[in-house]
Nanobody, 119 residues
Framework: QVRLAESGGGLVQAGGSLRLSCAAS????????MGWYRQAPGKQRELVAD???????NYADSVKGRFTISRDNAKNTVYLQMNSLKPEDTAVYYC?????????????WGQGTQVTVSS
């Protein structure tokens, strides 16, 4: 069973920065991709950014130029550096990891970490 340990959320003023971390452990399978999603109250969960095993990245338009996703393969950890935060970035942020066996993919979600941006 894969365990995802998220950290780094909190309260910050608009214009500030936070760095989220998500460490994955407990799987023998290779990692296909790692990413961050967020869900604000009353809204659907949405992709923020993800990164593949080949280091290809994908960002939501709303965070391009402000957020940077990166990964440390040796630590099985994905990071989300969030700069120039806005009140509309307030949400619960979830880590997502996709693992691959020879024939099957497995998707795992973290428990979520709250990010609150005050105006």
């Amino acid at each position: 069973q894969v365990r995802l340990a998220e950290s780094g959320g909190g309260l910050v003023q608009a214009g500030g920065s936070l760095r989220l971390s998500c460490a994955a452990s407990g799987s023998i399978f290779s990692t296909q991709s790692m990413g961050w999603y967020r869900q604000a109250p009353g809204k659907q969960r949405e992709l923020v950014a993800d990164i593949t095993s080949g280091d290809s990245t994908n960002y939501a338009d709303s965070v391009k130029g402000r957020f940077t996703i990166s990964r440390d393969n040796a630590k099985n950890t994905v990071y989300l550096q969030m700069n120039s935060l806005k009140p509309e970035d307030t949400a619960v942020y979830y880590c997502k990891v996709v693992k691959m066996s020879l024939t099957t993919s497995f998707t795992y979600w973290g428990q979520g970490t709250q990010v609150t941006v005050s105006s």
